[in-house]
């Protein structure tokens, strides 16, 4: 099993940045594709970005495109979400999630989206946007 811890969150005025990290343990989590997910109150938990094992394949929802950066350093097993341009709407925990399911998966699978497509998951970092 992976263990993920995010950090990073915390409350910034509209159209400031922050970096969130997730870093994780238990197991090498270098050959699994990862994921950020965010939820705010009274809605269900929205996909955010996905990045693949190797780091070379990246998605995003299009709310975030041109503002949000997903990365990951396997050597360190971290992966970083840098969110710039901030807005009120990015309030939510995010969370770090894991594909644990399928190891070094081909670039030819269909880049993971869902929630249910994830395995293991942080406890979640508050970000909170100010207008």
């Known amino acids: 099993q992976v263990q993920l811890v995010e950090s990073g969150g915390g409350l910034v005025q509209a159209g400031g940045s922050l970096r969130l990290s997730c870093a994780a343990s238990g197991r090498t989590f270098s050959g699994y594709t990862m994921g950020w997910f965010r939820q705010a109150p009274g809605k269900e938990r929205e996909f955010v970005a996905v990045?693949?094992?190797?780091?070379?394949?990246?998605d995003y929802t299009d709310s975030v495109k041109g503002r949000f950066t997903i990365s990951r350093d396997n050597a360190k097993n971290l992966v970083d979400l840098q969110m710039n341009s901030l807005k009120p709407e990015d309030t939510a925990v995010y969370y770090c999630?894991?594909?644990?399911?399928?190891?070094?998966?081909?670039?030819?699978?269909?880049?993971?989206?869902?929630?249910?497509?994830?395995?293991?998951w942080g406890q979640g970092t508050q970000v909170t946007v100010s207008s």
């Open positions: 990045i693949s094992w190797g780091g070379g394949n990246k």
């Open positions: 999630a894991a594909d644990l399911s399928h190891k070094y998966p081909p670039i030819s699978r269909p880049k993971p989206t869902t929630a249910a497509d994830f395995d293991s």
